[in-house]
DNA sequence: CCGGACGCCTGTCGGC
DNA sequence: TGCCGACAGGCGTCCG
């Protein structure tokens, strides 16, 4: 489900109703996620408090005063602030209750999310060292992706979706970036030039920018820490849009597979 | 090193 | 109405 935008969102909503508050009480369900949850994780957080809510890629970073809760979403999680009253649904897997009343509850249907956690700083722990520049991070140049990207012949879009390249951008926003960067997402990497890279990199942070300020996108069960849906799903211009006309008006979307996963674009717009 | 396929899970939807 | 396959926002691993 949650690409970077979706799990910004989720931040921000946690942010100011969990931070500086200490944990009362954890309820672990289920351990089988994609890796299983930290053993006894209720003897190492509760007590503590919470410090900062911070965000690295598509995980989201709980820090407490002896190390780090990493969460990942995968595709069907949400992170969700409720009252300590409310009862949980078959896949609420795991409660965090802190002393005021409040609930942060991580679903999952499929499971394909983690909670780990970590006492060295967080940016060291294996899931996360090797990963690439955040979108807005200037080592992310039209110099850097041109450099990387020589030799290359996975499509563009598979490209942009390496984490090691660059982090955040997933199924969704690859499409959407590579449609405002009029590049054609099957192109082979190492046949961008300098000045589509340089596009891409401003499509890729336009594209986020406006999907954080929208707080999402919301294609089946994205839901924000409050509950509600994002709003750029109605401001996306390829993405599930196949056979409707392009904002250009000279052509109709297309849809194709790409590295096993659905792809959209406009032939018109898109080379 | 690189690229492509696969598996992990459950829920939903469309076609027959 | 029911069944069955395809597909879904991620990503680590394996194989050639």
Redesign the pocket.
């Known amino acids: 489900?949650?690409?970077l935008p979706?799990v910004e969102t989720t931040r921000r909503g946690i942010v100011p109703l969990l931070t500086n508050h200490a944990v009362e009480r954890v309820t672990v369900r289920e351990r089988?996620l994609?890796r299983p949850v930290t053993r006894n994780l209720h003897l190492i957080l509760e007590g503590q408090t919470l410090r900062a809510v911070d965000r690295r890629?598509?995980y989201l970073l709980l820090v407490f005063d002896s190390g780090t809760l990493i969460v990942?979403l995968?595709?069907t999680g949400v992170l969700r602030v409720l009252s300590s009253a409310t009862p949980p649904g078959?896949?609420d897997h795991v409660d965090i209750v802190f002393n005021h009343g409040h609930c942060l509850r991580f679903r999952d249907?499929?499971?394909?999310g983690l909670v780990l956690w970590t006492a060295a700083p967080a940016a060291r722990h294996k899931?996360l060292k090797h990963l690439g520049p955040e979108p807005w991070d200037p080592a992310l140049s039209a110099d850097y992706l041109y450099a990387l990207s020589r030799g290359?012949?996975?499509?563009i879009k598979?490209f942009i979706m390496d984490?090691r390249v660059v982090v955040g951008v997933?199924?969704?926003y690859a499409n959407e970036s590579l449609h405002v960067a009029g590049i054609h997402p099957a192109r082979a990497?190492g046949r961008v030039g300098r000045a589509s890279a340089q596009l891409l990199i401003a499509g890729i942070r336009q594209v986020l920018d406006n999907a954080i300020a929208a707080g999402?996108?919301?294609?089946?069960?994205?839901v924000s820490a409050d509950g509600q849906p994002?709003y750029f799903t109605r401001s996306l211009r390829v993405y599930a849009r196949a056979g409707q006309i392009c904002a250009c008006g000279r052509a109709t979307i297309r849809h194709v597979v790409i590295?096993?996963?659905?792809s959209f674009y406009c032939p018109r717009c898109q080379h």
């Open positions: 489900m949650p690409e979706e089988r994609r890629a598509k990942h995968g595709m078959k896949h249907p499929r499971r394909f899931l290359r012949k996975a499509a598979n984490g997933g199924n969704i990497a999402g996108t919301t294609l089946r069960d994205f994002g590295g096993q996963r659905s």
